[in-house]
């Protein structure tokens, strides 16, 4: 059973950055694809950017390329979302997740199995 804690949400202007940590405990980081979603209230959950367990296969949605970067540190069952840019339509609850690993990358909410509580990030105009 894989835990996940999210850290690094608050609020933050339009423009500014945030960066968001999950660390993971209970089992083999290195076994896992790690994704990041986000929910608003009224929506359903949908994909931010996920990352193979080795790092060296990223994806993400559109509305995340060229401002978001996920990355991974598996020395210390890590990953990070760096969010540049920020809008307030970037405001949701964001959810770390993870999967395990295939050799293709998963991409689709329904592949991750375990998820985190959660952290709310907040973006004012």
């Known amino acids: 059973q894989v835990q996940l804690v999210e850290s690094g949400g608050g609020l933050v202007q339009a423009g500014g950055s945030l960066t968001l940590s999950c660390v993971a405990s209970g089992g083999d980081f290195k076994m896992y694809d790690m994704g990041w979603f986000r929910q608003t209230p009224g929506k359903e959950r949908e994909l931010v950017a996920v990352?193979?367990?080795?790092?060296?296969?990223?994806h993400y949605a559109d509305f995340a390329e060229g401002r978001f970067t996920i990355t991974r540190d598996n020395s210390k069952n890590t990953q990070f979302l760096r969010m540049n840019d920020l809008k307030p339509e970037d405001t949701a609850v964001y959810y770390c997740?993870?999967?395990?690993?295939?050799?293709?990358?998963?991409?689709?909410?329904?592949?991750?199995?375990?998820w985190g509580q959660g952290t709310q990030v907040t973006v004012s105009s």
């Open positions: 990352v193979m367990w080795s790092g060296y296969d990223t």
């Open positions: 997740a993870a999967a395990w690993a295939t050799g293709n990358l998963a991409i689709h909410l329904s592949k991750y199995t375990y």
